[in-house]
């Protein structure tokens, strides 16, 4: 069992409440460089109409109020699947230190798949990545909502 099984769990739990009301369901969970969970969230595009609210960005805004602090240095961000463009930049802005994700996606994956936004040495920061973390359970989450569609 990996030390990432626990807060994935939660963020699947956030991706299938985000399900219920309409939205791709993807969560996130923030720690701050304890473990402690900081923030957390699911996509919300859908319940706000908000195209940034993926549960990245929004999990990354939460923390920042929480911690009094636009520089999340020290935390790590578990999400469902690996982030789009918007995502993985916002992870650079805010110097999240590490990022840890779950399946991975070969449409819009910023991270490894089609781009690796967070590593690309011309930025001024780069974060520490895991992929594949429960991988078989964040993928089915996904191919699910889209089988039912």
């Given at each position: 069992?990996?030390?990432?099984?626990?807060?994935?769990?939660?963020?699947?739990?956030?991706?299938?409440?985000?399900?219920?009301?309409?939205?791709?369901?993807?969560?996130?969970?923030?720690?701050?460089?304890?473990?402690?969970?900081?923030?957390?969230?699911?996509?919300?595009?859908?319940?706000?109409?908000?195209?940034?609210?993926?549960?990245?960005?929004?999990?990354?805004?939460?923390?920042?109020?929480?911690?009094?602090?636009?520089?999340?240095?020290?935390c790590t961000l578990v999400v469902t699947l690996?982030?789009?463009?918007?995502?993985?930049?916002?992870?650079?802005?805010?110097?999240?230190?590490?990022?840890?994700?779950?399946?991975?996606?070969?449409?819009?994956?910023?991270?490894?798949?089609?781009?690796?936004?967070?590593?690309?040495?011309?930025?001024?920061?780069?974060?520490?990545?895991?992929?594949?973390?429960?991988?078989?359970?964040?993928?089915?989450?996904?191919?699910?909502?889209?089988?039912?569609?």
């Amino acid at each position: 069992m990996s030390v990432w099984s626990e807060p994935m769990r939660r963020a699947l739990e956030l991706g299938r409440q985000a399900e219920r009301h309409g939205d791709v369901p993807v969560g996130a969970v923030l720690l701050d460089s304890d473990g402690i969970v900081v923030a957390e969230a699911g996509n919300e595009r859908e319940l706000t109409g908000d195209p940034t609210a993926h549960a990245e960005v929004l999990a990354l805004r939460r923390a920042a109020e929480v911690l009094g602090e636009w520089r999340l240095t020290g935390c790590t961000l578990v999400v469902t699947l690996e982030p789009c463009t918007m995502c993985a930049g916002a992870l650079v802005l805010a110097r999240v230190s590490r990022l840890v994700f779950g399946a991975y996606d070969p449409k819009a994956g910023a991270v490894a798949s089609l781009f690796d936004v967070v590593r690309d040495r011309r930025l001024n920061h780069a974060v520490d990545v895991r992929g594949g973390i429960m991988a078989a359970e964040c993928g089915a989450l996904l191919r699910d909502f889209f089988a039912a569609r």
